[in-house]
């Protein structure tokens, strides 16, 4: 599998690919590991927001 993503850990970011060199399986892997990272982050997402919401009715 290749690596796609490229981060730039100082502003914490993935740097922008230049798809022109990409073959057409190539761009299909990379849309799959970009829904793969989607599912992450957002379940990412609902951890932290069912730890604010535990946080805000602790400190009621």
């Known amino acids: ?3 796609f993503f ?3 850990e100082k502003q914490k970011t993935v740097k922008v ?4 060199d990409f073959s057409v399986e190539d761009l299909q ?6 829904q ?3 599912l992450r982050v957002q379940d990412e997402i609902k951890k932290k927001e069912n730890l604010k919401l535990n946080a805000e009715k602790f400190f009621r």
């Open 6 to 8: 490229e981060i730039d």
């Open 17 to 20: 690919l230049n798809l022109d």
């Open 1 to 3: 599998m290749i690596d």
């Open 29 to 34: 892997n990379y849309i799959s590991e970009l």
């Open 36 to 38: 793969i990272e989607i």
